[in-house]
C-alpha cells in the first residue's frame, strides 16, 4: 500500500490486477519511507526561527544549498522537505495532489518511474539531472497526450479552483471540488510505462518543444532567456518557469535521453520490470 497522505486523503490501494499484464508492482515498492514535502509559509517572522527547527528531533536537518527558495531536508523515521516561504511550491503541491487522486492509475505509474529514475542516477537536481517535480509534471504531461487522454488540464477545467490569484489560506480547499477523471483509456501500468519511455525516447522534439501540464500538450518554446539554449523545458504550471533549469550541461542531458532510449528498447524486449528496474534494488534503496 502507499503511505498514508498527510494532506488527509485515505491511502490509494492500487488494484492490480485491473492495470497488469507484464510486470508487477510489488507492494513492498510502495513501502517505502515516506518523504513528506511540508510548505511553510512564514508571514512578518524572522527567518532564523525556521532555521531553528534544525534543534528539533526530527532527525537530522540540513539546508539544500542548491534550492532556489529556503529549503531544509530531514530523515528519521520519515523523509521530509521542509520548504519556506515558497508560496507557487504551495499551490503545486496541491495541484499534484489533485493529479495523483484524479485516476488510480497515476500514483502507482509515477512511484515506479521515480524508482526507475532513481536507480538510473537522473533523478537528481543537484548533480544537474532531473528534479522529482520535473518528473511528475514529464509523467502527467505523457497521460495528458495520449490519443484517448487519460488526465486532463484540470486548471483549464476549474481555472477558479486554480488560480494564481486564490489566497493562500483556500488553496488547500481546491481539491475538494474535483471529482475523478473517468477516461476511455483502459491501458494497463505496463504499457503506460512503456509507452512513457518511447514517447521521450523518439517521440518528444527536446529541442523545439516544452512540457506544459496546464495547457495538456506539447507548446512551442518561448523566446525568452529562461528558454534559451536549455536542453529540457518543462513549464511550472503557475508561474511559468523552467523546472528543469538544473540540466544545463549537454553530458547530463544526453545521458538522461540515452537512459529513455535503452530502458524503453530493454523493456519491450523483455517485457520484464526487472530489466530496467531490478526489484531487489528498488527495495534495498527504500
Not at 518528473?135 to 495528458?144: P, S, T
Not at 483502459?186 to 512503456?194: P, R
Not at 547530463?252 to 517485457?271: A, E, V
Amino acid at each position: 500500500m502507499f503511505p498514508n497522505s498527510i494532506l488527509g486523503r485515505p491511502p490509494f490501494t492500487p488494484n492490480h490486477q485491473q492495470h497488469n499484464n507484464f510486470f508487477t508492482l510489488s507492494p513492498s515498492l510502495y513501502s517505502h519511507r515516506q518523504l513528506i514535502d511540508a510548505q511553510f509559509n512564514f508571514q512578518n517572522t524572522d527567518l532564523s526561527r525556521a532555521v531553528s527547527l534544525q534543534q528539533l528531533t526530527y532527525g537530522n536537518v540540513s539546508p539544500i544549498q542548491t534550492s532556489t527558495s529556503p529549503l531544509f531536508r530531514g530523515r528519521n523515521c520519515v523523509e521530509f522537505d521542509l520548504n519556506v516561504n515558497n508560496i507557487v511550491g504551495i499551490r503545486n503541491t496541491f495541484l499534484l495532489r489533485t493529479y495523483a487522486y484524479l485516476e488510480n492509475r497515476v500514483r502507482p505509474l509515477v512511484l515506479v518511474i521515480k524508482k526507475w529514475a532513481s536507480h538510473h542516477e537522473i533523478n537528481d537536481a543537484s548533480r544537474g539531472t532531473l528534479s522529482s517535480y520535473s518528473l511528475v509534471l514529464m509523467v502527467l504531461h505523457y497521460l495528458q497526450t495520449l490519443p484517448e487522454p487519460i488526465l486532463p488540464s484540470i486548471q483549464k477545467i476549474y481555472p477558479e479552483s486554480f488560480s494564481p490569484a486564490i489566497q493562500l489560506h483556500l488553496v488547500h480547499q481546491a481539491p475538494c471540488n474535483v471529482p475523478p477523471y473517468l477516461s476511455k483509456n483502459e491501458s494497463n501500468l505496463g504499457d503506460l510505462l512503456l509507452g512513457f519511455l518511447k514517447y521521450y525516447a523518439t517521440e518528444f522534439d527536446w529541442n523545439s518543444q516544452m512540457i506544459s501540464v496546464r495547457e495538456a500538450k506539447a507548446i512551442p518554446r518561448p523566446d525568452g532567456i529562461e528558454w534559451k539554449n536549455k536542453y529540457i523545458c518543462v513549464e511550472e504550471p503557475f508561474d511559468g518557469t523552467n523546472t528543469a533549469r538544473a540540466v544545463h550541461e549537454k553530458q547530463k542531458f544526453d545521458m538522461i535521453k540515452d537512459q529513455f532510449l535503452k530502458s524503453w528498447h530493454r523493456l519491450k524486449n523483455k517485457r520484464d520490470l526487472n530489466s530496467i528496474l531490478p526489484l531487489r534494488t528498488a527495495v534495498l534503496k527504500r
